[in-house]
């Protein structure tokens, strides 16, 4: 018997974190896909341009500003859908790179509320939209710091076990519903403004990043990464996948050609 053809609600993905990097890159594959890709985050200007791109494309697109850390903002934002078939938590990033011992509490807490309390937000909200799909499928974008620390990272480190256990936690919750819960970690991905942003627009330190690193990811290899998982077999759940450039062991084994 040939599998049923998926429904209309089930090719809507939601990406948080659209405006640029991961989450644009994510969105332009997706919608390459065949989904209907709905574009989310603070910087109306960014995904209104991106929307309008993918359409140009052929594809469809549409764009919602959105602060994820905002819960009520994000329940009024899911009552338009009444099933959607992806949610891709996206929104995240670090700040800083202080030791614990003169770290900032502010920056700490930023984290957790973009990287852990976004995400919580955006998938409370949107489950049952997901399960009423038949077919859904919640996206985590970890990283590689979700799973083993570094010095000077402690804060952004936190932030991402947190998620990496609501996911987890999450796959073990909702077993047996069809939805499934897909993580995605990457390690070192240069983007225009994730090192940036996290050293305050230092452009000095955020070179430094990625300094003698030939070949960091790039958005477009991560949003690879995950366009693949989310297109598996419905029946087809990537736990956890750990994608990092060659160059790069471990989050402290880097090879540098300096």
């Not at 983007?191 to 300094?211: I, N, P, S, W």
């Amino acid at each position: 018997m040939a599998p049923a053809a998926p429904s209309a609600a089930s090719r809507i993905a939601i990406i948080t974190g659209a405006s640029g990097g991961i989450g644009a890159a994510t969105a332009r594959q997706l919608a390459a896909a065949g989904y209907r890709v709905v574009l989310t985050a603070r910087r109306k200007d960014r995904i209104e341009a991106l929307a309008e791109e993918i359409n140009a494309a052929g594809h469809s697109a549409a764009a919602y500003q959105l602060d994820v850390t905002d819960r009520a903002a994000v329940d009024e934002f899911a009552t338009a859908f009444p099933a959607i078939g992806v949610l891709v938590n996206n929104a995240g990033g670090a700040l800083g790179a202080d030791p614990v011992a003169t770290g900032d509490p502010a920056d700490w807490r930023a984290m957790f509320e973009t990287n852990v309390i976004g995400t919580l937000n955006l998938t409370q909200a949107l489950l049952p939209k997901l399960e009423a799909s038949g077919d859904g499928t919640v996206v985590v974008v970890s990283s590689t710091a979700g799973l083993g620390t570094y010095e000077g990272g402690a804060g952004y480190v936190a932030a991402k076990h947190g998620e990496h256990v609501l996911a987890e936690t999450l796959r073990l919750e909702i077993v047996g519903r069809p939805v499934r819960v897909i993580e995605v970690a990457p390690g070192m991905v240069k983007t225009d403004e994730f090192a940036l942003t996290r050293f305050g627009g230092d452009t000095e330190k955020a070179a430094k990043v990625y300094q003698g690193v030939a070949e960091p990811l790039t958005a477009d290899d991560v949003a690879d990464t995950i366009s693949w998982a989310v297109t598996r077999p419905s029946h087809v759940n990537i736990d956890l996948l750990v994608v990092r450039p060659r160059a790069q062991a471990s989050n402290t084994k880097v090879h540098r050609e300096l």
